[in-house]
Each structure stands twice: as structure tokens, then as C-alpha cells.
T-cell receptor, first 114, second 116 residues
Framework: AQSVTQPDIHITVSEGASLELRCNYSYGATPYLFWYVQSPGQGLQLLLKYFSGDTLVQGIKGFEAEFKRSQSSFNLRKPSVHWSDAAEYFCAVGSIQGAQKLVFGQGTRLTINP | DAGITQSPRHKVTETGTPVTLRCHQTENHRYMYWYRQDPGHGLRLIHYSYGVKDTDKGEVSDGYSVSRSKTEDFLLTLESATSSQTSVYFC???????????????FGPGTRLTVL
């Protein structure tokens, strides 16, 4: 069965520090991989996605993620966080073929210290 | 913003009552989805639709039904609400404008449902 694990429920970093959020997935076929961000009381906004090609993908707001097939990982990174990055981040996996039923991780809540 | 609206945005209801949530899209997308969000679980798929009158179950479909009589509307019904269905419900559409590079799900603003 497909699954996504985000090992860190809550991460706190200082403003200006670098960030890496971890995502590991289990999927039988070639996956689509996504990172979404959710601000409090809001819907989900797509940060970036991977479906093929270059394993380092760039997204909005200065985020990037690297797909590592051998490690079944799709970690999200940002070189320098801003206070406005405080939010919850979700990794998701879906099928390239068919209905693209997304399976989400539990989410990582990011707190930014001034 | 993929032209998705959800109604109502907030609802409080009592155990045993029927509840219908509506998702409306303005861009003629074929695929629509209903997810629920609960702390510690991320989002989980309830049902999805791949066309008018074409629907299928997701991971957590028990206690829910859906209908899609028009391309633009996807309804989620709780026939007899229970406290375990207290959650935030998100609708999503799948946008495939020009192949895989644009194949993405976009989410509505959510409906917060409380079942007392």
C-alpha cells in the first residue's frame, strides 16, 4: 500500500536559518510527488512537484526539493527561512496513471523564531 | 486559485442529521476529489469523481456518499452524521492543461464541520 512518512511533526528554526523537511514514501509505481503548504485556517497551496526528469525541482517562495529514488525520499529545502514561512507542510504521493489519488503525510508544522 | 468554492465554509450539526457539502468549480475539470483533514493524519481521500455520474471510493469512504450530476458540482453527503466525522473537508480539482507537467491537484478553501 502507498504511504508517506514525514518523520518530524514539529520543527522550529530561526529566521534566516536553512531548512530541510523530510519526506519518505512507499509506492509501487513511478510516483508523482508533491509538497503543499497550509497557513493557519487556509487551504493547501502547491509549493512544487516532481513527475520526471531533473531530480532537483524548484518551487515557489524559494523552496526546492530533491527526489532520491534509491532512498524513497523527497525532502524539501530552503536556504534561508522567513517569518512568513511559518505554516504546516504536507508531502504527498500520487499515481502518474489513472485517478491520481493522493496519499498525504501527517504534516510538519514549522515555527520560525525571530 | 483554480476557481474552486466550497459551501458552507462552517457548519455545526447534531449527531444523526444528514449533511451535504458542496464543491463548485468554474473551469470544467474532469477530476474532482473530497478529502478530510484531521490532526495527525494529514489529508485522506474520501471519494473522487472522474466525470459526470462517475465516482469511486477513496481510503475513508464509510459513512459518506457523493454525487456529480453536473461537471461543475461535486456533492459530499453524510447520511447520518457522527462525531467521528467532525473534521475539515477539502475539495480538490485535478488540472491537466497540457500534459504531465501541469498535472496537479488544486484545493478549495475547506469546510469546517462540527458534529455534536
Amino acid at each position: 500500500a502507498q504511504s508517506v512518512t514525514q518523520p518530524d511533526i514539529h520543527i522550529t528554526v530561526s529566521e534566516g536559518a536553512s531548512l530541510e523537511l523530510r519526506c519518505n514514501y512507499s509506492y509501487g509505481a513511478t510516483p508523482y510527488l508533491f509538497w503543499y503548504v497550509q497557513s493557519p485556517g487556509q487551504g493547501l497551496q502547491l509549493l512544487l512537484k516532481y513527475f520526471s526528469g531533473d531530480t532537483l525541482v524548484q518551487g515557489i517562495k524559494g523552496f526546492e526539493a530533491e527526489f532520491k529514488r534509491s532512498q524513497s525520499s523527497f525532502n524539501l529545502r530552503k536556504p534561508s527561512v522567513h517569518w512568513s514561512d511559518a505554516a504546516e507542510y504536507f508531502c504527498a504521493v500520487g499515481s502518474i496513471q489513472g485517478a491520481q489519488k493522493l496519499v498525504f503525510g501527517q504534516g510538519t508544522r514549522l515555527t520560525i523564531n525571530p | 486559485d483554480a476557481g474552486i468554492t466550497q459551501s458552507p465554509r462552517h457548519k455545526v450539526t447534531e449527531t444523526g442529521t444528514p449533511v451535504t457539502l458542496r464543491c463548485h468549480q468554474t473551469e470544467n475539470h474532469r477530476y474532482m476529489y473530497w478529502y478530510r483533514q484531521d490532526p495527525g493524519h494529514g489529508l485522506r481521500l474520501i471519494h473522487y469523481s472522474y466525470g459526470v455520474k462517475d465516482t469511486d471510493k477513496g481510503e475513508v469512504s464509510d459513512g459518506y456518499s457523493v454525487s456529480r450530476s453536473k461537471t461543475e458540482d461535486f456533492l459530499l453527503t453524510l447520511e447520518s452524521a457522527t462525531s467521528s466525522q467532525t473534521s475539515v473537508y477539502f475539495c480538490a480539482i485535478r488540472s491537466v492543461l497540457s500534459g504531465k507537467s501541469t498535472d496537479t491537484q488544486y484545493f478549495g478553501p475547506g469546510t469546517r464541520l462540527t458534529v455534536l
